[in-house]
Structures are given as C-alpha cells and as structure tokens.
C-alpha cells in the first residue's frame, strides 16, 4: 500500500439468478453459472515463496531498480504458459522506467472488462511480501485457476500488475492516462487487492460501490465473516487512479499500520491496540509475517467477485461447435462484392443446427449466405455485395451463428474505397516474438502487415486470441 472452499453445489443455481441467466428457448434444463473454484493456499504461498527468493537476491527488496523486473517476468511467465495474453507497458515516468504488466484472458465479450490488479513493487525497506505480495500472488492463482478451469466466460477478465505505487500510484496512472476514452468505457468494473495477510487482520471491503462490496459480502457472509468498509485504504492504493478515471471499484484488504481497535479485535480475534500489520513497509515483512487465515479466505473471495461478475452461463445440453471465417477481412470499391467461407466445427457433443446472420452492414450493403442454415461441421459461402452508394471506410461486420443450443459470433473487417495496392513488405520489419510493441507499431508476419492496437510482448499475428492486439492490414 502506498504511504499516503469450494461453494455448495446447490449455490450455483442462486448464482445464475443473480447474474440474470436467461434460459434458451426450447431448452430441457436451466443454464447455471459454475460455482467458483476453492483457490488452493499452496500455490499461492508459492509464488510468494519465489517473490522471497527474488527479494533475497535483490539486496532484501522488489522494489523498482531492485528486485521489480525479476518479480514481472516471474509473473509473466505463469501467465503465458497458461495461455494468457500478456503485455508489458513501460510506465516512463516510475523510477527506473520499470514496467506494468498486463494479462487478458481471450474470451468472453470484449466490450465488457472486468479487471483486477494488485501492485508487484515493495519499498526499498523490504521484500514487501505482504505489501503487495500478498494481493499479487493471489490474483495470479486466480488467473490461472480461471485458465485452467476454462469456464465459459459473459465478460472479459483482464488482471494488472503495477508498477511504482510506493511513489504514489504511478504505474495505475501511467496506464489509466493511456486509455482512451472508449478503452476506459470498456471497463466495467476494477478490483483492487492491496495487502491481504495482515498479521493482525481485519477483513475489509472496499465501499465506494455499493453494489461491488455486496458481492464481496455475500461471500464473507456464506462463511460466517463480518467485515467493514475500508477506510484505512482510500486514496492510497490503485484503485484511486480507476475511481479518478470513474470506473466502478471495489476490492479487499487486512489492514496495514492502523491500529485495531478493541471492538474490531472482539469481532475479528487479534490484539486491540497493535496495528494491523507491524511490519508494514519494513524488512520484517516477509513470509513469516503472514497469516494464512485472512489470504485463504481472501483469495477465494477474490475467484467469487471473478465468476460472479464475469463467468457466463454454461450450455444446457452439453452440444457446442466453433465459428470460424475465412478470409477475416477485405477491401472492394463501391459496387463491388467478396466472398467468404463461414465455417463451423463441433467441438463438443453433437452436431446442431446453425442458422447464419450478420449485422454491421454500411448503408447500401448486402449479406447472403449460401446456405442460410448448415449442421455445425458444414460451412457456407457468405457473399458482401456494396453498392455505389455505399459509403468508404471500414466496418466491423459481426456474422452470428444462433445454434439449437448455442450461439457464437465472429468480427469480419470490410474495408469499401480506394486502396493503394500492396508494394510488398519491405521496409516493415519482421514480427519479433520477443520486441514489447506499443499502438501505432508495424510487423511483417506470414506475409501480411499487422498493424499494433494495443501494447503486447509474444502475441503472434493471427494467431487466436491477437486480435485484441494486432490489425491485419493486408497482404505484402
């Protein structure tokens, strides 16, 4: 902080009320959302056993220009063999330059983010495991407990990890400010998880958003756990620089050098008169300063929030199939059309019905699928007729497949106007698996140009997922 197990089964049906699941017409039995996974206290006393060892190489610290780069590329690492989409972004006004890092599971509606974050830096003091160890190693447990259960997802789940809050939040703020405003909108909700071991823990819940706590105190209250709003935190950890920014926030925390009081210790246990964390910012935050009770229980809220506010429904029938485009994007004149292969696979159970749409259309436009309905593993032929009326520019078609028993969608680029062809690759440097690329960047990858939309470390062109961080701009 800067200085200034497992539910019952029978609560998932209450789960999916709350989440307003909608049950599809014709369908035998009703879509629930999967009761959040116990997050296991092992791992994630592991990753802050690493966050020691790195600390312990590092002169004692993790702070930045110690031990901070060796705690990102741990995390970094966890995060990409699980299959996240990982970015680093180099915060240029945080001591040494150091770097957020930013991971993006590939599914679920992109419009609608739900983010978590923790800060990864210490103070030059200590190893900072609890400030922010604790809240970073939960949130990666999250993030690959999410990764390896592979729910079906209704929104997007994107996790940070800052750089420099000790300075005064400087990486949140560093990457709230390079938002732009419709990037800002997408972000539906920020949970913020600063200092989640207290030694002398109380459990508190951030209060700016009533309706974001409640979700936190529903899961306190199912364990029989009070809590209080967090006072001690305003203004103090990232979450401000969200709130600043007006996106929804809400987040936990055990306390750190405020002193508890005697009514808190009678609700909680713990010694009234101490503070919450007597190591707070000092050397003596360490492992032995944790407590496993408050990070147990903290964790697990912290997966709730995630499959509360993000998870989606689950098919009714267990049939699922894949939608698929071929080519993804395409530029005509004004009276021209193009052709594209609308393939479909079944990946799960039986074949369904798939009835073919698409919307987005400029004005002037057509779409024509032949057939209009296929059995998930045939494909159809989609023909984009414009007009000459029809407007330049590039649209974002989005060509839906409404199944028996599930829906899918897939973005196709139509580009109407006058285009300058392609002289080739030259002087467009080849993809770099290893370069951190940043908006407006160019790369030359299985002979096509991507344009960069976002920062991103390793997200190779075209390949699943990337589209959130590449634009494909054509063959060279």
């Not at 040494?96 to 599914?107: D, R």
């Amino acid at each position: 902080m800067h200085t200034r197990k497992r539910f019952a089964a029978g609560l998932a049906a209450a789960v999916a009320l709350s989440l307003g699941v909608v049950v599809p017409a014709g369908s035998a039995t009703v879509s629930t959302v999967a009761a959040a996974p116990d997050i296991s206290l092992a791992n994630v006393r592991a990753h802050l056993s690493q966050l020691t060892t790195i600390a312990q190489q590092n002169g004692g610290t993790r702070a930045p220009g110690s031990g901070y780069n060796a705690s990102v590329s741990y995390v970094e690492g966890k995060l990409r063999a699980a299959g996240y989409t990982v970015s680093k972004q180099t915060c240029t006004n945080c001591l040494g330059q150091s770097q957020n890092l930013i991971a993006e599971w590939p599914q679920g509606d992109a419009s609608q983010v739900i983010m978590l974050g923790s800060h990864l830096d210490s103070v030059s003091a200590g190893p900072g495991i609890n400030d922010n160890g604790s809240g970073s190693a939960a949130i990666l447990e999250v993030a690959l407990t999410l990764a390896q259960t592979n729910p079906a997802m209704a929104k997007r789940v994107r996790f940070g990890w800052w750089a420099d809050e000790e300075s005064g939040l400087k990486g949140s703020k560093f990457y709230v400010n390079s938002l732009s405003s419709a990037e800002r909108t997408k972000i539906k909700t920020y949970l913020n998880f600063d200092m989640i071991a207290s030694s002398n823990w109380g459990n508190f819940v951030y209060d700016d958003v009533a309706s974001i706590k409640a979700v936190f105190d529903e899961y306190f209250q199912s364990i029989g756990v009070p809590t209080e709003g967090d006072s001690e935190g305003d203004g103090r950890s990232d979450h401000a620089s969200f709130k600043s920014a007006g996106i929804p926030v809400g987040g936990l925390a055990t306390g750190a050098g405020d002193v508890k009081s005697a009514a808190q210790a009678q609700k909680w246990g713990g010694t009234a008169g101490s503070a919450f964390d007597n190591c707070y910012h000092r050397a003596c935050d360490t492992l032995a300063n944790l407590k496993d009770v408050p990070l147990d229980r903290d964790s697990d809220a912290i997966a709730y929030a995630v499959w509360k506010l993000a998870v989606g429904a689950t098919p009714p029938t267990g049939n699922d199939y894949s939608l698929s485009l071929n080519p993804t994007s395409a530029t005509v004149q004004p009276g021209q059309s193009t052709q594209v292969t609308v393939g479909t696979a079944v990946t799960q159970g039986s074949a369904q019905s798939v009835t073919l749409g698409a919307s987005g259309l400029p004005t002037g436009a057509t779409a024509t699928f032949s057939p209009a309905t296929v059995q998930a593993g045939a494909s159809s032929t989609l023909t984009i007729a414009t007009s000459a009326g029809t407007p330049t520019g590039t649209s974002q078609l989005t060509i839906t497949g409404d199944g028996v028993n599930t829906d899918h969608t897939a973005q196709f680029a139509l580009t109407v106007g006058t285009v300058t062809p392609p002289t080739g690759c030259t002087g467009v440097p080849a993809w770099d698996t290893a370069k951190a690329y940043a908006p407006g960047d160019a790369a030359s990858y299985n002979s096509h140009k991507w344009n960069s939309t976002w920062y991103s470390t390793g997200a190779q062109p075209g390949a699943p997922g990337s589209w959130a961080v590449w634009s494909d701009a054509g063959a060279c």
